[in-house]
T-cell receptor
Framework: DTGVSQDPRHKITKRGQNVTFRCDPISEHNRLYWYRQTLGQGPEFLTYFQNEAQLEKSRLLSDRFSAERPKGSFSTLEIQRTEQGDSAMYLC?????????????FGPGTRLTVL | GEDVEQSLFLSVREGDSSVINCTYTDSSSTYLYWYKQEPGAGLQLLTYIFSNMDMKQDQRLTVLLNKKDKHLSLRIADTQTGDSAIYFCAESSNTGKLIFGQGTTLQVKP
């Protein structure tokens, strides 16, 4: 399978715990994006990487959120001290490079439930 | 600011055409996209159109773009029950991030 993969697919945690999600983009795609989707809404942009450089962060990304892409391949998104409002689907997408061309290809998402 | 709006729900009969509409605000968007999301799944890229085009056809899908009115539509010909899903319109910013609408739920009745 050469699509975008995400792990885990589901995560249930208690409020106050830390969680980490992983995204493996399509190989050779140098742009990687994170989005968050809540029920009944479209995905909202969180952050993106060009290779290993994090080039843009949304104001939705509070200081409890951190993302990395250390070698320009897979990426991790960590949420510290989770809150119930963090419950959502976290989507990762990758694209081959030039801004906006050809679309972004999405993974299946990680559904986070914070109890 | 950037904003994308869509109607929330559309119901059609199998075999009819479906037209899903979208308006956007960022006139500098270079590309506009349509994505499909089935229950519990990620987003599938259906088609996209470059902003200097008026129309793009891809098998049963036709995209129309009115850049003056910032209006985008997706027409699905001969709609099938397998087309039942949520359809998202999205515009790309100059950094490549996508701005999505709320999604239109398409219900196809047999």
């Amino acid at each position: 399978d050469t699509g975008v993969s995400q792990d885990p697919r589901h995560k249930i945690t208690k409020r106050g715990q830390n969680v980490t999600f992983r995204c493996d983009p399509i190989s050779e795609h140098n742009r990687l994006y994170w989005y968050r989707q809540t029920l009944g809404q479209g995905p909202e942009f969180l952050t993106y990487f060009q290779n290993e450089a994090q080039l843009e962060k949304s104001r939705l990304l509070s200081d409890r959120f951190s993302a990395e892409r250390p070698k320009g391949s897979f990426s991790t998104l960590e949420i510290q001290r989770t809150e119930q409002g963090d419950s959502a689907m976290y989507l990762c997408a990758s694209s081959p490079g030039l801004a906006g061309t050809g679309g972004q290809f999405f993974g299946p998402g990680t559904r986070l439930t914070v109890l | 600011g950037e904003d994308v709006e869509q109607s929330l729900f559309l119901s059609v009969r199998e075999g009819d055409s479906s037209v899903i509409n979208c308006t956007y605000t960022d006139s500098s968007s270079t590309y506009l996209y349509w994505y499909k999301q089935e229950p519990g799944a990620g987003l599938q890229l259906l088609t996209y159109i470059f902003s200097n085009m008026d129309m793009k056809q891809d098998q049963r899908l036709t995209v129309l773009l009115n850049k003056k009115d910032k209006h985008l539509s997706l027409r699905i010909a001969d709609t099938q029950t397998g087309d039942s899903a949520i359809y998202f319109c999205a515009e790309s910013s100059n950094t490549g991030k996508l701005i999505f609408g709320q999604g239109t739920t398409l219900q196809v009745k047999p």
